[in-house]
């Protein structure tokens, strides 16, 4: 199974935000990382097909995103929105369900299979407790989990997160990414996340793609990519790399 | 409370109130009349009170109420607003300009709700563009733009009553239109009206799940699998449809779309398969309601409903409003 991007050019309006972008996400977690502007939420994106190249184009498994149904990139492609706030008071089981939609016919309940995933997917992200609570009721950590739970649920074999971590305290930062690690490494997901945290993408990915004004600046193991270099090229001098230790940590100059 | 036991509980308040709506009045009359009026067996002016009079107006009442309840239930998944409905987005000042214009050319009655769909499906559609500019819908976006189609749309009515002479004999029935009062329908009104109402709303069940899917942003819904264009335009339509229906029946009555849905969620919950039929059932039950309020608050004088809604949804709406520009977004 592998998402493919090939020479994808793209961005709103008059102005490309990617330019001919050739990435490919296979199994296991890759953290995409860059500074801001870099097109890092542009990509997922485009790899998720909600953003049409204006050249190029992604390929799942060898066929054009364009010439699948939404339905069908849906029951393969999941992903956690950075948006995951809502007025409405879904339970939290009702917004996992959500994940559900493509699988779900109009005005039919749902069957035992999605009944399993969405229990399953709240099991993973500790939601049990909270399963029948308000969504908007929730602090923003708790809402940040359900939302990927619903990713879970979908039951895809790629997942993209744009920022999954944003609104987490350091541990569950820690322990979301863990399990998405840890489930790309058991079922053969391939997951890629936008991550700001150099020091979680350190620490969590198997691999790191950095971009740099829309283009794929480095692609590699933690090792190669955070050096001292390549981290000083696309952040500038503000940053310090310790390359002796395995993973690499990054730490601000004081 | 289980959606089951909620939406029976609704059914009830809605043959409740009905009955109510058909007892009261300036002649009074009994259940028993009411029973016998219905087989046919009562004197000729019970008769005429209940079956020509009363329960076409009850009637014409739970059909605009449940109309505007559904069609604001949608008009808010599809939003992500809990401050948009047909009266304050303009969708309904939309449809009643499509009525005036229909009466203003001689057009056949059982026209009107055709015009009025056709005006409602131009202001929501417009609304939907304006919405999206930005790629965020604001609730500020929502009810600017809300408030220039209302006063485009009456700009144009005012053009439409002064320009035409015809006009003159109609003004009653564009006066109808713009306080938004329920009287008493035709049967071959209501059965259009009827036909309607119960399509547009198994059609909104059927959308359902599909809007459940926006309660995170149209975004999130096609990567959960939604074709998002075809859903957004069907919620529209049927928007529309009921919007129209609505106000070929009562003209424009304010607010009933905006209350409902907001004070049933945190009833029934947000889930659009429970929270539609919830609407369907707890704005008919308010339109009754507010009719019979309508009819006997300055006896033997009739308020236009649209007043009663008005001085009922206006205050909740400011708290809503304020309650929503604290987390504005």
Request: with cysteine.
């Given at each position: ?10 961005g709103y ?13 296979g ?8 500074p ?18 204006r ?10 995103l ?12 999941a ?5 995951f ?16 939609t ?20 709240l ?8 399963a029948?609570?308000?969504i ?6 708790e ?45 053969g ?21 950095v ?9 590699g193991?933690?090792?190669?990519v955070l ?7 696309i ?20 | 409370?289980?959606p ?6 609704l ?35 019970t ?12 009637i ?7 109309a505007l ?7 808010q ?5 809990p ?19 229909s009466v ?8 009107t709700?055709?015009?009025a ?48 002479d ?7 029935a ?6 938004g009062g329920?009287?008493s329908?035709?049967?071959a ?8 109402v ?8 059927a ?7 926006y ?12 074709d ?39 009833v ?24 019979l ?20 949804g ?9 309650r ?6």
């Amino acid at each position: 199974m592998t998402l493919v991007a090939h020479a994808v050019t793209a961005g709103y309006g008059p102005r490309d935000v990617l330019h001919g972008v050739d990435l490919a996400i296979g199994p296991g977690l890759c953290a995409v990382i860059g500074p801001n502007g870099a097109g890092k939420s542009t990509l997922i994106r485009a790899l998720a097909g909600l953003l049409v190249p204006r050249s190029g184009r992604v390929e799942l498994d060898g066929v054009d995103l364009r010439a699948m149904s939404r339905g069908a990139i849906a029951q393969r492609v999941a992903v956690v929105p950075q948006v995951f706030d809502t007025l409405f008071p879904f339970t939290v089981r009702e917004v996992v369900m959500l994940g559900r939609t493509a699988r779900l016919r109009a005005l039919a309940g749902p069957r035992d299979a999605d009944r399993l995933a969405v229990e399953r997917a709240l099991g993973l992200l500790e939601l049990g407790d909270l399963a029948g609570r308000r969504i908007d009721a929730l602090s923003g950590g708790e809402r940040q989990r359900a939302v990927l739970a619903m990713a879970l649920a979908q039951e895809t074999d790629v997942l993209l997160l744009d920022e999954p971590t944003v609104h987490l305290d350091p541990a569950h930062q820690r322990a979301t990414l863990a399990l998405v690690r840890d489930l790309a490494r058991r079922s053969g997901i391939a997951a890629a996340a936008v991550l700001h945290d150099l020091n979680l993408a350190s620490a969590m990915a198997g691999r790191i793609v950095v971009l740099d004004g829309g283009r794929v600046a480095a692609d590699g193991p933690p090792a190669a990519v955070l050096t001292q270099r390549t981290v000083e090229r696309i952040f500038g001098p503000g940053l310090r790399v310790l390359d002796d230790r395995v993973p690499p940590a990054v730490l601000p100059r004081s | 409370m289980r959606p089951a036991a909620a939406l029976a509980g609704l059914g009830v308040a809605l043959a409740g109130s009905a009955l109510l709506g058909v007892l009261a009045g300036a002649v009074a009359v009994g259940p028993g009349d009411v029973v016998a009026a219905l087989a046919g067996g009562a004197d000729a002016p019970t008769t005429a009170i209940i079956r020509e009079l009363r329960l076409p107006r009850v009637i014409a009442a739970a059909l605009v109420g449940g109309a505007l309840g559904v069609a604001g239930a949608l008009l808010q998944g599809l939003l992500r607003n809990p401050l948009a409905d047909p009266y304050v987005t303009g969708t309904s000042a939309g449809a009643a300009l499509g009525s005036v214009a229909s009466v203003a050319a001689g057009a056949p009655a059982l026209v009107t709700p055709l015009a009025a769909f056709a005006g409602a499906l131009a202001s929501v559609a417009v609304i939907w563009r304006l919405a999206r500019i930005g790629g965020r819908t604001t609730v500020l976006t929502v009810l600017l733009a809300g408030i220039v189609i209302s006063s485009f749309a009456g700009a144009v009515v005012t053009l439409l009553i002064v320009a035409s002479d015809r006009l003159a004999l109609r003004l009653r029935a564009v006066l109808d239109i713009l306080v938004g009062g329920v009287t008493s329908r035709s049967a071959a009104e209501l059965a259009v009206a009827i036909a309607i109402v119960a399509g547009a709303t198994v059609w909104a069940l059927a959308l359902a799940r599909r809007l459940d899917a926006y309660a995170f942003g149209e975004e999130t819904a096609a990567t959960l699998g939604v074709d998002t264009d075809r859903t957004t335009a069907s919620v529209l339509v049927v928007t529309a449809l009921l919007t129209g229906a609505a106000v070929a029946l009562s003209g424009l009555v304010s607010f009933v779309g905006l209350v409902i849905p907001h004070a049933l969620r945190p009833v029934v919950g947000a889930r659009h398969a429970v929270l539609v039929p919830a609407c369907l059932l707890g704005g008919a039950t308010a339109l009754v309601l507010a009719d019979l309020g309508a009819r006997i608050a300055l006896a033997p004088a009739e308020l236009p409903v649209g007043v009663i809604t008005g001085l009922v949804g206006a205050p909740f709406f400011l708290l809503v409003l304020a309650r929503a520009s604290r987390g504005v977004r």
